[in-house]
T-cell receptor, first 115, second 113 residues
Framework: KAGVTQTPRYLIKTRGQQVTLSCSPISGHRSVSWYQQTPGQGLQFLFE???????NKGNFPGRFSGRQFSNSRSEMNVSTLELGDSALYLC??????????????FGEGSRLTVL | DQQVKQNSPSLSVQEGRISILNCDYTNSMFDYFLWYKKYPAEGPTFLISISSIKDKNEDGRFTVFLNKSAKHLSLHIVPSQPGDSAVYFC????????????FGQGTRLTINP
């Protein structure tokens, strides 16, 4: 079956702009999580959605937001971009919201560069 | 506040030998631990996990050991193969935030032929 699909794969923005990233989870998966990966901070949890509801949120400013649609697809938005927002943004999906197998299936990520 | 730490940024091991990757955590609420493997230009892939009610879990060449009193876990790969060369991330979660994984910084493992 198709994996987690993230678009766009690469994008370049300038400071002050905003960006929207998209994630299509594996078919049948209802939980979608977002992570930011930077060389200095590693992988950091942004937020998690299940059935269109945000269930968990990481320690990121309000400029970072997300949503999930009824078909489980998710988007995240970053407004007023800063240089430090340059990172690989990873989306992960899982079948349920309490999958204690912990098996998240990650997409290949969207690499954002802010100039 | 680094709740999950992988103190070795890199590790080099000869093919056929054992690779041991280490991870420490500070949050006593963590009760589930995972290892992910990441190749360049790909997302992390799940490798193996362990619940806090166990101290060992084995899957083929991969074994994870958990020492709750020391808040330490390790991943053993035996025997190491060139395809194991990747970045390995340790991650932890608590029941309250089951889908919220806290990751370590990662260890780059290089298997030398």
């Amino acid at each position: 079956k198709a994996g987690v699909t993230q678009t766009p794969r690469y994008l370049i923005k300038t400071r002050g702009q905003q960006v929207t990233l998209s994630c299509s989870p594996i078919s049948g998966h209802r939980s979608v999580s977002w992570y930011q990966q930077t060389p200095g901070q590693g992988l950091q949890f942004l937020f998690e959605y299940f059935s269109e509801t945000q269930r968990n949120k990481g320690n990121f400013p309000g400029r970072f937001s997300g949503r999930q649609f009824s078909n489980s697809r998710s988007e995240m938005n970053v407004s007023t971009l800063e240089l430090g927002d340059s990172a690989l943004y990873l989306c992960a999906s899982s079948l349920t919201d309490r999958a204690r197998t912990g098996e998240l299936f990650f997409g290949e990520g969207s690499r954002l560069t802010v100039l | 506040d680094q709740q999950v730490k992988q103190n070795s940024p890199s590790l080099s091991v000869q093919e056929g030998r054992i690779s041991i990757l280490n991870c420490d955590y500070t949050n006593s609420m963590f009760d589930y631990f995972l290892w992910y493997k990441k190749y360049p230009a790909e997302g992390p892939t799940f490798l193996i996990s362990i619940s806090s009610i166990k101290d060992k879990n084995e899957d083929g060449r991969f074994t994870v050991f958990l020492n709750k009193s020391a808040k330490h876990l390790s991943l053993h790969i035996v025997p190491s193969q060139p395809g194991d060369s990747a970045v390995y991330f340790c991650a932890a979660s608590s029941f309250q935030g089951a889908q919220k994984l806290v990751f370590g910084q990662g260890t780059r493992l290089t298997i030398n032929p």
